[in-house]
């Protein structure tokens, strides 16, 4: 009676790691080699930072002046711009601010705080 159980709990860890790992998998960093051609994630490598924005977007402004005050190292893409334009489509998003950090792609404005603490590692100071 009790290989049951123990049997029963290999099979549940057996199917909990397949899973993992196929989720691993469907989440995995694209390589520069499989982005389209103007994919800002090209540019930013592992720990590069590109915001894409328009002149009229105020969150666009908030989020520059958020990562000014932090002295944050970064790109600016305008999307009214081919580059820009290029860039939003390559990534298939249409709103902005667009922020790529690395290669993580964060839709729309987040206080400085969210980058901070999410990707902390990722930002470079000016210098």
Do not use: K, N
Not at 15 to 41: C, E, K, M, N, Y
């Amino acid at each position: 009676m009790t290989m049951r159980p123990l049997l029963l709990c290999m099979l549940l860890l057996g199917i909990g790691g397949g899973v993992h790992a196929w989720w691993r998998s469907a989440g995995a960093t694209p390589t520069p080699a499989t982005l389209a051609a103007g994919d800002p994630r090209r540019l930013t490598g592992e720990d590069g930072i590109v915001m894409l924005v328009a002149d009229w977007c105020g969150y666009c402004r908030r989020q520059q002046a958020d990562f000014e005050r932090a002295q944050v190292r970064y790109r600016v893409l305008d999307v009214e711009q081919e580059e820009g334009r290029l860039a939003a489509a390559a990534l298939g998003r249409e709103g902005v601010p667009i922020t790529v950090i690395g290669q993580h792609v964060i839709d729309g404005y987040r206080i400085f705080d969210y980058f901070s603490a999410a990707l902390d590692a990722h930002l470079l100071p000016l210098g």
